[in-house]
Every structure is written in structure tokens, then in C-alpha cells.
């Protein structure tokens, strides 16, 4: 167990419907990244978040958006949803914040939400 | 942007070889990470390097960061049916943001 906690684990939806993904990062940690798993596209880096501040962004569509909020945990809005946009979306923590910068490289995942759009 | 290319893209071999796998890119890392992903499962952090040369082990796992600093290898010695899985090499660039490698599929038979 990593101790990053992602629900819902399945979900599946509707073209054109809104959904929203949740992660709770480990305990002390104060990065969440997003992740996008498709079956040819690997793992693709989405977003990162730091203390509630938005950090990088990475190949992620105007369709999608995320927050962190003051407890840690983020969300990630996928909206106007199409067939392509099933995949595995994964969140990862990192950064305890305690000054050692080999932690802040280390990210731990979460398991996973199976996003599928029908 | 910043690619990792990993080789081989799958193996499929008998319990209790040894397994070679690496990852190469175009531009210097400071850090290399393997994970290992087992089917529906997230990621899961086996070994991280962070110096030119270092080698490092875990049980069964040995990672290697090369020389070049754009290479690393990670080997699995005495296979086991639970070895199962696509291993990823990692690494961190415009801060902590993760590249990551297209995977080795391992499969092994008992």
C-alpha cells in the first residue's frame, strides 16, 4: 500500500458527461501529480500540484482541470468527455517537506481510476 | 520534450533466469527511477538513483545509473513467477515532474 488513496477505482460514463477524480496523497506529503495511463500512449504526465499551488503542467487537454485544496487532497475534472478519453488515471505524492531533496523526486502512486467512456 | 527509450519493449522467459532491461534518453538525468506496475495496480517505486556510476540493490534488483548520466539498467536475477509485470524507468526533469519510459513487459514461465 502506497498510502495514496484514489476513488473511485471504476468508473464508467457517457460522451459529452462531466466526472470528477479524487486523491488523497500520503500523510505529509505536499506535491499531487495527475497522471494519464492509455493503452499506447504510457504514462503522460498531466498536472502537478505543490501546497495548493499550481506547479507544471504537462499535455493536459482545456477539457480537464485540477485542484489541491488546504487538507492536501486534489481533484481532477475531466468535462465534455469523449471515447478517447478512457484510460487509467493515476495520482502520485511526493515531497514529505522535510528539506531532503531525494524525497521530492520520489513519487508514490496511487491505484488508480479506470475512467471509461461509452 | 524529454524522451526515454526502453529496451526491450517485452520478454518472455522461463523461472529462474536473470533479466536485463534498459532505458536510454537523449539528455542528461540527474535521478533515475524503476517502478513496477502489475496489472490494474499503480506504479510501484522498486529503486531510485541519484549519482553517475551508483549502483544499487533490492532483494533481487539490481539498478544501475550509467556513466553518461543518459542511461540505466536494472537487472532481476533468479526469476520468479511474480516478477510479472511492466517494469518503467523514470525521470525527473522541469522539477519533479516524471518522464517515463514506454515499459518492459516481463512474462515469465514457471
Known amino acids: 500500500d502506497s498510502g495514496v488513496t484514489q476513488t473511485p477505482k471504476h468508473l464508467i460514463t457517457a460522451t459529452g458527461q462531466r466526472v470528477t477524480l479524487r486523491c488523497s496523497p500520503r500523510s505529509g506529503d505536499l506535491s499531487v501529480y495527475w497522471y494519464q495511463q492509455s493503452l499506447d500512449q504510457g504514462l503522460q504526465f498531466l498536472i502537478h500540484?505543490?501546497?495548493?499551488?499550481?506547479?507544471a503542467k504537462g499535455n493536459i487537454l482545456e477539457r480537464f482541470s485540477a485542484q489541491q485544496f488546504p487538507d492536501l487532497h486534489s481533484e481532477l475534472n475531466l468535462s465534455s468527455l469523449e471515447l478517447g478519453d478512457s484510460a487509467l488515471y493515476f495520482c502520485a505524492s511526493s515531497t514529505p517537506g522535510q528539506g531532503d531533496y531525494r524525497m521530492n523526486t520520489e513519487a508514490f502512486f496511487g491505484q488508480g481510476t479506470r475512467l471509461t467512456v461509452v | 520534450g524529454q524522451q526515454l527509450n526502453q529496451s526491450p519493449q517485452s520478454m518472455f522467459i522461463q523461472e529462474g533466469e536473470d533479466v536485463s532491461m534498459n532505458c536510454t534518453s537523449s539528455?542528461?538525468?540527474?535521478?533515475w527511477l524503476w517502478y513496477k506496475q502489475d496489472p490494474g495496480e499503480g506504479p510501484v517505486l522498486l529503486i531510485a538513483?541519484?549519482?553517475?556510476?551508483e549502483l544499487t540493490s533490492n532483494g533481487r534488483l539490481t539498478a544501475q545509473f550509467g556513466i553518461t548520466r543518459k542511461d540505466s539498467f536494472l537487472n532481476i536475477s533468479a526469476s520468479i513467477p511474480s516478477d510479472v509485470g511492466i517494469y518503467f524507468c523514470?525521470?525527473?526533469?522541469?522539477?519533479?515532474?516524471?518522464?517515463f519510459g514506454g515499459g518492459t513487459r516481463l512474462m515469465v514461465k514457471p
Open positions: 500540484y505543490y501546497n495548493g499551488e499550481e506547479r
Open positions: 538513483l541519484y549519482k553517475a556510476g
Open positions: 523514470a525521470g525527473p526533469h522541469a522539477g519533479n515532474m516524471l518522464t
Open positions: 539528455s542528461i538525468f540527474n535521478t
